[in-house]
């Protein structure tokens, strides 16, 4: 059975579906995938939709998964979009246009095309299973969580992943993802004591406090990167008082700031080391530093090895382009899959990915429906 990976990937984008919202992406995906012979369930929790389609017998030794997401973020003003975000429009030039048309309608459209291809021309010793989320734009708790939950309850397993996410910063095969940096944020309060400011001494000012910690956390290089990491970052994101008046001090004072982290710290690392700078400045001071932290994901990395090959191989001979071997970038699910499987990633360039006009040229869709079908054959070989 032929499919057209890139009119997939503009049908899926006529369906609205901004996080949560299924909008019918999910049912487009599950009627085609049935058809073809996958078994499909919905893993839905706590109002987030989710997608298992395997095809092939359960517990097969061999077993390539795929994932992936359906849901989108917000268009913003419809007024600002060339076309409507929700179009699936095709111009002339042979581009798609719509909200999802890289990040990731297209990604899920072209591995679809490719499975179903496969099984209905040489079906493979072995288990082909997609997990599709609507769930990755947005807080990621039910989402491809959910569904790698239910896997373990059901005794599905993947022997390894791939995750579809646009990977290619400006040229199509330039790129593949073997690993991401971890995600930490912290909401750090300053408590001291207000007062006049021509009185300093009946004061403690939280944001004398709060920017010594500051500077000092920010300016202290966290590592200096590793054999495939880039050395961790860390960014202070705001930082708030909500005191209107000129001649007094604050009693409290709040920050906000992210670390993005390589293979060399854990999160527990870190903390420790914030709460130390904390306890060091808050005793010179007599200002307390209360921190609430929000873990993202921790860094990862999938080993260069067979698998990694493979993917990397077949790219560079439908492409022309040996992908470099990255992890960089925000996260993804593969934080959430590494703890399954072996995870990897590679889609499509992400230039455009959450801007107004979000676009992609079917062409190239077409090409990782391409790569992602030879991936398939290789892997069963």
């Known amino acids: 059975m032929e499919m057209d990976a890139a009119e997939l990937t503009a049908r899926l984008i006529r369906c609205p579906s901004v996080t949560p919202e299924e909008a019918g992406a999910l049912t487009l995906l599950s009627d085609l995938l049935t058809e073809a012979g996958f078994e499909c369930t919905r893993v839905d929790r706590n109002g987030v939709p989710n997608l298992f389609a395997r095809w092939g017998e359960k517990g097969a030794a061999r077993s390539f998964g795929f994932n992936g997401h359906t849901d989108v973020v ?14 699936g429009h095709l111009d002339e030039a042979g581009t798609i246009w719509g909200r999802g048309a890289t990040d990731m309608k297209s990604g899920v459209a072209a591995f679809t095309a490719a499975a ?17 989320t609507g769930d990755e734009e947005g807080p990621g708790r039910d989402g491809t969580r959910a569904l790698l939950d239910w896997m373990d309850a059901q005794g599905e397993r993947m022997e390894v992943c791939l995750v579809g996410e646009p990977t290619n910063p400006e040229e199509f095969g330039e790129m593949m993802k073997i690993g991401r940096r971890g995600s930490l944020s912290y909401r750090i ?40 990491f880039d050395p961790s970052t860390l960014q202070v994101t705001t930082i708030d008082c909500g005191n209107p008046a000129g001649n007094v001090v604050p009693e409290t004072a ?8 390589n293979d060399l710290h854990d999160a527990g690392s870190l903390d420790a080391r914030m709460r130390g700078v904390a306890e060091e400045i808050s005793a010179a001071t007599g200002v307390s530093l209360t921190f609430v932290p929000s873990l993202s994901g921790d860094s990862f990395l999938t080993a260069p090895g067979p698998f990694v090959d493979l993917v990397r191989d ?7 382009r040996r992908p470099v071997l990255s992890t960089s970038g925000g996260t993804s699910d593969a934080r959430f899959v590494k703890d399954h499987c072996p995870v990897v990633e590679f889609g499509l360039v992400g230039r455009f990915m959450h801007e107004v006009d979000e676009r992609v ?8 429906q391409n790569v992602y ?8 070989a």
């Open 74 to 87: 917000p268009p913003g003003d419809l007024a600002s979009w060339t076309h409507p975000p929700f179009s």
């Open 116 to 132: 179903i291809e496969l099984v209905g021309k040489a079906p493979p010793d072995g288990a082909i299973i997609l997990t599709i």
């Open 189 to 228: 309060t300053a408590r001291g004591v207000q007062g006049h400011a021509a009185y300093p001494h009946k004061v403690r000012n939280p944001l004398h406090a709060l920017c010594r910690f500051l500077d000092r956390i920010a300016s202290e290089p966290l590592d200096e990167g590793s054999d495939h």
């Open 254 to 261: 709040t920050a906000q700031f992210n670390i993005r982290f």
């Open 314 to 320: 077949v790219v560079e001979a439908e492409t022309g």
């Open 361 to 368: 040229p079917s062409d190239e869709v077409r090409a990782l």
């Open 373 to 380: 079908r030879r991936i398939l054959e290789a892997y069963f």
